[in-house]
């Protein structure tokens, strides 16, 4: 049986990693500045991630949510503790596009609404409810733009309001930093009339933090340098290190009822231990402040390298901006660099999204082979 073909693949066969470095079937060495999309949070492999699922699957890797799971519990105590958000309780899933599906449908059952508001170059995933507030056409199929679905410019606070005064908004949703999209961020003037907006207009404000979250802008969560305070925060990607773990953290405002959400496999124990260990390691070794110092490192090493426009983002989500398409530069990288990047929907934009345990001198590599690639352009 083949794969159903919908990816196009480098062939490159990685079938280790340790910390900020993936190896091939062939022995060859990768610096990983791109994590798999941001998920790896705290390096491939790390000994006590790896020692925490091993101990758990000894014991019990799976059972359903009709019993009790006290790794659950710890799971969201230690969220609480390390993120410093209170007053939220916490739904486990899978993926961060659950995850944000979890979120509008709670909105829609919360407000009795059914229209989501969401933004321009927003990316929030590839099931039904949110790749209708994706904003792109090409993955949308006719089944799901039948959702009521409404897109505004980034940042226009005026357009929102109108949208709003019609007064059958259930969710406006957004991502702080924008991932895909290509690393811009709104003001924090707008996030707090946002926030202000869908208070007053019985509307849940629901930040997706699937990329952003869990330290890699500098701040546990990115909406946390805004000073607002979401009613639903979505998280996936960096919470479980590579293993499928997702959530929605739920303002206690926002009252659940039996079979109102459910899945079957989220927060499963080999989830939660993955989880708890992320957290762990991430406070210990202080990552999140690792991540903030790196980011003025990274730009001051970028101020030396003349082709090199704009500077994104914050913390250890980076966008390098050039004058040209970057997609030959990537590969040029890749291969014959062994550095991994990612690119965006600005098809200008280099994306850094490595490990927020990296150190300088694994940056310090990336720039040396970034201005030896630029010789040829």
Do not use: W
Not at 111 to 118: A, L, M, N, S
Not at 308 to 319: D, E, H, Q, T
Request: glycine letters at 10%; proline letters at 3%; aromatic letters at 10%.
């Amino acid at each position: 049986m083949d794969l159903f073909d919908v990816y196009p693949l480098y062939d490159i066969t990685p079938v280790k990693g340790e910390g900020a470095y993936v190896f091939d079937k062939d022995g060859n060495k990768y610096l990983d500045l791109y994590g798999g999309h941001a998920v790896i949070s705290i390096g491939h492999s790390h000994p006590a991630y790896v020692n925490a699922l091993t101990h758990q699957l000894r014991e019990i890797g799976f059972y359903s949510n009709s019993v009790k799971n006290p790794l659950q519990n710890e799971l969201a105590a230690k969220l609480e503790k390390v993120s410093g958000i209170n007053d939220y309780s916490l739904f486990l899933c899978n993926s961060g596009a659950e995850a944000n599906e979890n979120a509008l449908k709670l909105a829609s059952f919360h407000t009795g609404k059914d229209r989501v508001i969401y933004f321009e170059k927003a990316f929030h995933g590839r099931t039904s409810g949110v790749v209708a507030v994706t904003d792109n056409e090409a993955i949308k199929s006719p089944f799901n733009i039948g959702h009521k679905a409404t897109k505004v410019g980034f940042g226009d606070a005026e357009a929102l309001e109108e949208e709003l005064k019609k007064d059958d908004v259930a969710a406006v949703i957004f991502e702080v930093v924008q991932g895909v999209g290509g690393l811009d961020e709104g003001t924090t003037e707008f996030y707090l009339k946002a926030a202000e907006l869908c208070k007053s207009h019985n509307t849940i404000l629901i930040a997706d933090e699937v990329q952003a979250g869990y330290g890699r802008t500098g701040d546990f969560f990115a909406f946390q340098k805004h000073g607002i305070r979401p009613d639903i925060i979505s998280i996936a990607k960096g919470m479980g290190n590579g293993f499928p773990v997702g959530g929605i953290l739920i303002d206690n405002a926002i009252e659940p009822k039996y079979g109102m959400l459910g899945t079957t496999f989220g927060g499963n124990h080999l989830a939660c231990a993955a989880g708890i260990a992320v957290l762990e390691i991430i406070e210990k070794e202080k990552l999140i402040e690792n991540s903030k110092s790196l980011f003025e490192y990274v730009k001051e090493r970028a101020e030396e390298i003349p082709q090199i426009k704009n500077l994104k983002g914050r913390g250890l989500m980076i966008g390098l901006e050039f004058d040209f398409e970057v997609a030959d530069l990537r590969k040029d990288l890749l291969f014959r660099h062994q550095i991994f990047t990612g690119a965006a929907s600005n098809k200008k934009l280099l994306r850094i999204l490595p490990p927020l345990n990296i150190k300088k001198e694994q940056f310090d590599t990336f720039f040396k082979a970034l201005k030896i690639a630029l010789k040829h352009y």
